[in-house]
């Protein structure tokens, strides 16, 4: 069986390209145990012997994309951090609309196969990933403290854990309801966040 870091390395192509994109689109509306390989391949527009040329089965797949869904997020997110283009308070504004857009997406049928089912043998290779991720966002995070871009004087863990809840909030039909869209309710947690409730 091939390790986790022989997929994500696995030379790019077209088909490698299509089969990625279109297993994301599945996965993230379908969840994992609805959709079987022979779904994938018809809907990407390749054979299951071309499906096999790149995994041995349909959970690798599902942790290449996800691997590479973080790996994505990252890159983002450090791009955002360090951009000379944008403001502070854009860039935090910018970090929580990441977050929530990185999401929206996603079914519920996605969160319980990924997330919650122990026996799929997803969750193990999940935790470790998002357990990296976390702290590598951190390091950047503190990095941008002692380029000035930040307060040094709070934990950065405190704002990934605040920008965790944000999805939690956005789960709230009444809250949504009372801004003009998601995005805007968004944008109101990112200023309180950053102001308080004082005068700017």
Same mark, same amino acid.
């Given at each position: 069986?091939?390790?986790?870091?022989?997929?994500?390395?696995?030379?790019?192509?077209?088909?490698?390209?299509?089969?990625?994109?279109?297993?994301?689109?599945?996965?993230?509306?379908?969840?994992?145990?609805?959709?079987?390989?022979?779904?994938?391949?018809?809907?990407?527009?390749? !054979?299951?012997?071309?499906?096999?040329?790149?995994?041995?089965?349909? =959970?690798? *797949?599902? #942790? $290449?994309?996800?691997?590479? &869904? @973080?790996?994505?997020?990252?890159?983002?997110?450090?791009?955002?951090?360090? !951009?000379?283009?944008?403001?502070?308070?854009?860039?935090?504004?910018? =970090?929580? *609309?990441? #977050? $929530?857009?990185?999401?929206? &997406? @996603?079914?519920?049928?996605?969160?319980?196969?990924?997330?919650?089912?122990?026996?799929?043998?997803?969750?193990?290779?999940?935790?470790?990933?998002?357990?990296?991720?976390?702290?590598?966002?951190?390091?950047?995070?503190?990095?941008?403290?002692?380029?000035?871009?930040?307060?040094?004087?709070?934990?950065?863990?405190?704002?990934?854990?605040?920008?965790?809840?944000?999805?939690?909030?956005?789960?709230?039909?009444?809250?949504?309801?009372?801004?003009?869209?998601?995005?805007?309710?968004?944008?109101?947690?990112?200023?309180?966040?950053?102001?308080?409730?004082?005068?700017?």
């Amino acid at each position: 069986m091939q390790s986790d870091d022989t997929i994500t390395k696995h030379p790019k192509s077209k088909r490698y390209e299509v089969l990625m994109a279109t297993a994301r689109e599945v996965f993230w509306k379908y969840g994992f145990r609805r959709v079987s390989i022979e779904e994938i391949c018809e809907r990407a527009g390749i !054979s299951k012997m071309t499906f096999y040329r790149f995994f041995p089965n349909k =959970l690798e *797949l599902a #942790k $290449a994309v996800f691997n590479k &869904e @973080i790996d994505h997020g990252l890159v983002a997110f450090r791009k955002l951090l360090f !951009s000379s283009d944008h403001t502070t308070e854009e860039k935090v504004k910018g =970090l929580l *609309l990441m #977050k $929530a857009e990185g999401t929206h &997406e @996603i079914s519920h049928e996605f969160l319980q196969d990924f997330y919650n089912s122990a026996d799929l043998g997803l969750k193990e290779h999940i935790d470790k990933k998002i357990h990296e991720a976390w702290a590598s966002a951190v390091d950047d995070f503190k990095r941008a403290q002692k380029e000035g871009i930040f307060r040094k004087d709070f934990q950065p863990e405190l704002f990934f854990h605040l920008a965790e809840s944000v999805m939690t909030i956005l789960s709230n039909k009444a809250l949504i309801n009372s801004y003009e869209n998601p995005q805007k309710l968004i944008l109101g947690i990112a200023d309180l966040m950053m102001f308080g409730i004082v005068q700017k």
